[in-house]
């Protein structure tokens, strides 16, 4: 019977053992996933995941006739503050940025880095007057937040461009469009 009993508490043990193997290798696969697919420095997503995202809003679109808007955004004079402040400041109004897409942004909306200093925001169901809002609104917030690095107010604004999902639309040719219209708006800023 003490045998038994033995067996069963080595049982036990082992079945505690195993679950907390179990925990940390869950742990690690969320660490993983996490860094697969979310920019280190930002927080957002990354481009891996934006371009799921989007080729997924694409076929929603085609298959549904729902509505997306694709925003490109361009950190402006972004080298300038690389340049007189330190990559690191440079990376402080990345963060800033970022921070504020999160803050403005609808949980079921995608805002990544998709680059150095280019963001992407995936605007589900808007209207063409609600994006120009909503881009109008979000360069408001980049005026008025103070980005600061080592004591430093670091000024910081944003080029937006955007486009919508059309009905024959690819990743490619929506990313395209979307940059050809953020290098339009930047033209016009000027």
């Known amino acids: 019977m003490q045998q038994h009993r033995a067996s069963n508490d080595q049982h036990c043990a082992n079945c505690i053992i195993l679950q907390q193997e179990i925990v940390t290798l869950k742990d690690n ?11 280190v420095l ?19 679109c085609h298959r549904y006739g729902d509505n997306c808007a694709l925003l490109f955004l361009d950190v402006d ?3 300038a503050v690389n340049d007189g402040h330190g990559h690191a400041a440079g990376d402080a109004v990345l ?12 949980t ?3 805002a990544a880095r998709i680059g150095g200093d280019e963001f992407g925001l995936l605007l589900d169901n808007l209207d063409a007057d609600q994006v ?3 881009i109008a609104f979000l360069i408001k917030q980049f005026g008025k937040t103070e980005c ?6 670091l000024p910081f604004g944003a080029t937006i461009g955007y486009c919508f999902v059309g009905p024959k639309d690819t990743v490619e040719g929506l990313m395209s ?3 050809a219209a953020m290098y339009r708006a930047k033209d016009q800023s000027v």
């Open 29 to 39: 696969l969320s660490a993983m996933e996490q860094h697969a697919y979310h920019d």
């Open 132 to 134: 120009v809002k909503k």
């Open 148 to 153: 600061t690095y080592a004591g430093q107010s």
């Open 95 to 106: 963060s800033c940025l970022a921070g504020i897409l999160k803050m403005h942004i609808r």
């Open 108 to 110: 079921s909306d995608v």
């Open 42 to 60: 930002t927080g957002l997503s990354n481009r891996r995941l934006f371009m799921e995202s989007l080729e997924n809003r694409i076929a929603r």
């Open 177 to 179: 469009r979307a940059d």
């Open 77 to 79: 004079n972004l080298k």
